[in-house]
């Protein structure tokens, strides 16, 4: 099963940015679609962005359109979460997800994705 570990979190001011990692060592992730997702205290977990196997597609939930970009660097099995103008509302464990298989789309069921990994605390203060 693939294990992911993701990093980059941390507390930065409103309008900062952070770019969290989600490396997948020794697996070829051209064969997993991945996502993102959050969740802050209370509240259910969601789907922030996704990218789907070879990164053809990508998806973004509309509070983070035109502010966080996801990327893959298939030849270093890692994904990342570039995350710009950050807001308090931002504020939440990041979890990275995958699901395994070749798709040309990507979801925002968590229930779909088959490994996922610890999370990363992200506070954006003001």
């Known amino acids: 099963q693939l294990q992911l570990v993701e990093s980059g979190g941390g507390s930065v001011q409103v309008g900062g940015s952070l770019r969290l990692s989600c490396p997948a060592s020794?697996?070829?992730?051209?064969?997993?679609?991945i996502g993102w997702f959050r969740q802050a205290p209370g509240k259910e977990r969601e789907g922030v962005s996704c990218?789907?196997?070879?990164?053809?597609?990508?998806n973004y939930a509309v509070s983070v359109k035109g502010r966080f970009t996801i990327s893959r660097d298939n030849a270093k099995s890692a994904v990342y979460l570039l995350m710009n103008n950050l807001k308090p509302e931002d504020t939440a464990i990041y979890y990275c997800?995958?699901?395994?298989?070749?798709?040309?789309?990507?979801?925002?069921?968590?229930?779909?994705?088959?490994?996922w990994g610890q999370g990363t605390q992200v506070t954006v203060s003001s």
């Open positions: 997800a995958a699901l395994s298989g070749l798709q040309n789309w990507c979801t925002f069921h968590p229930d779909e994705y088959d490994s």
């Open positions: 020794g697996f070829n992730l051209d064969f997993y679609t």
């Open positions: 990218s789907s196997s070879r990164g053809g597609y990508t």
